[in-house]
């Protein structure tokens, strides 16, 4: 079991990383990388939100949608319980540790309508039907591939955003090209696993 | 209703406020659901479905609903009419809903409705708002089909499913870096069009109305001699 943990948790940061080989996430991998400093903010608070909020879909998809069996209604539950676990995580953080919440607070309400949280949350809980360490496991491992894929798109743009390139090019098609690279350059991982 | 705002609305959603080319907004189904020219259509009209719907409900709303919490409220509107997509898709297209299922799901957390319900749909009339979901919706579904058929002739030689004789498939452009590839260089070849018919515009502005614009020195010192 544990060998096939870490083969999983594997796949999850690297060879089957969910910004750049599953297309989740890609407005905040896009949106929030011109900076290494916010993109790292960013990284951050995805692997925080996603830690928590797979523990807290799991409990309610395992004890309360499928026990009353209206699990037909998860994405609506799964979503109700991201937001307001984002809403109270701000207020939490905001109490109690202020210096953390100055390095996050700006990107936890961005993470609602991210959406590689909800995507995790129903890949593991539902469609793949992990139990609760292996959900809690692979939600990290995402969270975690998240914030490398983000970090080095930064520090990629960090050069592309000086350089000479063509006009329209400039912004949002070069980042996707440099993704694409990217995407490559992970996918070739996936032989490892094989 | 007043003509001009329906024209404004519509010309906006299509080109000037193009959800995925100059707004940059829903991006993942826009590169997960593109591989062929039929499920970039699926994606697009279940994502109009919904944004059409919600936009509905929530400008009927929009007096009711407190500020405070008015997300969670757009976000319990926006779900209704996601499950209600899932379940009819499941029902009525199964092949097509096995390969799409997880991005389905997925369109709750699509930022477009999202943004569209807070910018447009909380302080316009109902009517309006529909219009703005079918025209955004449009120009999103316009969008995605122009990825697929790029995508799907260029990985499978092939268009609408049905493969043209003479072009090969190229092996590995179904691979998942292709959707960054084309989306990128189908962007860069709007911006290109668009900053060229600005460039005209201004040519003929100038072209036009030189002396308003302070362009050109009157000639009172030519006239004297």
Known sequence: MTASLISVMFAAVISNNIVLSQYQGICPFLGVSKKISSSAGMGFAVIFVMAISSVFTWLVYN?????????????????????SLVQVTEMVVKRYSPTLYSALGVYLPLITTNCAILGTANSAVVYNSYNFVYTFAVSVATGVGFLFA????????LKTDRADIPKCFKGFPITLVTAAI?????AGFSGILA | MDKRKI????IGGLI???????????????IAMTTSLAQAFAMGIATTFVLIFSNLFISLLRNLIPDKV???????????FVTIVDMVMQRYMPDLYSTMRAFIALIVVNCIILARAESYASCNKPLYSMLDGVSIGLGFTGALCLIGIVREFLA?????????PGYPAMSGVGASAFGFIVFGCLMALFNFVIQ???????????????LSEGKVEPLKEVAEK
């Open chain 2, 156 to 164: 499978g030689g092939a268009f609408a499913g049905i493969s043209i």
């Open chain 1, 63 to 83: 004890y309360i949608l499928l026990p009353l069996e209206i699990d037909y209604l998860y994405t609506m539950a799964f979503i109700l319980v991201i937001a």
């Open chain 2, 196 to 210: 060229k018919i600005n460039e005209r515009k201004d040519k003929m502005k100038a072209a036009v109305l030189p």
């Open chain 2, 16 to 30: 000037k406020n193009n959800p995925t080319f100059v707004l940059v907004l829903g991006t993942c189904p826009t």
């Open chain 2, 7 to 10: 024209k404004e609305t519509v």
């Open chain 2, 70 to 80: 008015r997300i969670p409220c757009y976000i319990v509107i926006i779900s209704t």
């Open chain 1, 150 to 157: 983000i970090l080095l798109l930064a520090c990629v743009r």
């Open chain 1, 182 to 186: 990217m995407a490559l350059a992970f």
